[in-house]
């Protein structure tokens, strides 16, 4: 069998033991979905949302990246967000990241890399805004995951920034804004940073006409 046949066959098992747990378990999922939460992650395949948070189907919409972005010229990223929360009506946004993330550890060189340098940049000036932190970190490994838990809060912020959050949180007083880091030694998510609906930030991103 080819390696991909196999996802094909591992497809058919999971439908058919689907089914036989809970015979409606299509039905529900064919006409609608309700999803609690948006998730923004790392494309990383070591991170797979529903596995690590134990969803099933419909429970979690979800947008993944390089390095768990949200970046306001990101037209991909905008469009999800703004159908999670105003068409969906997500309560969360996740941001999640994961510790020794190779586009963290991408961003911290001076190698050029192609096209992924424009969005590495993004991360880049992260690094630039908390150097002085980072570096003063005995470890290359301390340093990384610190700047991967400082890209995570500024990704958070991110999200505050635009009009979609901030018309929500006027309108509906949600979503709630998490961020979040995957331990891929142990398996555990360690929440980092939080930004309850209509947390104060600096007045220059506000939209007054909103």
């Known amino acids: 069998m080819k390696s991909y046949e196999k996802l094909l066959e591992n497809n058919k098992n999971w439908a058919r033991q689907s089914?036989?747990?809970?015979?409606?378990f299509f039905n529900r999922l064919k006409?609608?979905?309700?999803?609690e939460y948006l998730w923004i992650g790392c494309s990383d395949s070591r991170v797979p949302p529903d596995s690590i948070t134990g969803t099933t189907p419909g429970e979690i919409f979800i947008h993944r990246n390089i390095a768990n972005m949200v970046v306001h010229t990101d037209f991909n990223m905008l469009s999800?967000?703004?159908?999670?929360?105003?068409?969906?009506?997500?309560?969360h946004v996740i941001v999640c990241g994961h510790y020794n993330c190779g586009g963290v550890k991408a961003a911290m060189t001076h190698q050029s890399l192609g096209i992924i340098n424009k969005w590495l940049r993004n991360i880049k000036d992260v690094y630039r805004i908390h150097f002085d932190e980072i570096n003063s970190l005995p470890t290359d490994s301390e340093q990384v995951n610190r700047l991967i838990e400082l890209n995570i809060q500024e990704q958070v912020m991110n999200l505050a920034k635009t009009s979609i959050i901030q018309k929500a949180w006027k309108e509906n007083n949600a979503p709630h804004l998490h961020g979040w880091v995957y331990g891929l030694e142990d398996g555990l998510i360690k929440p980092i940073f939080e930004m309850e609906a209509g947390t104060h930030i600096d007045p220059i991103y506000e939209f007054d006409n909103l």
Do not use: F, G, M, S
């Open 19 to 24: 089914i036989e747990k809970d015979p409606e």
């Open 31 to 35: 006409n609608t979905q309700t999803p």
């Open 80 to 91: 999800v967000l703004q159908y999670a929360v105003e068409v969906l009506k997500v309560k």
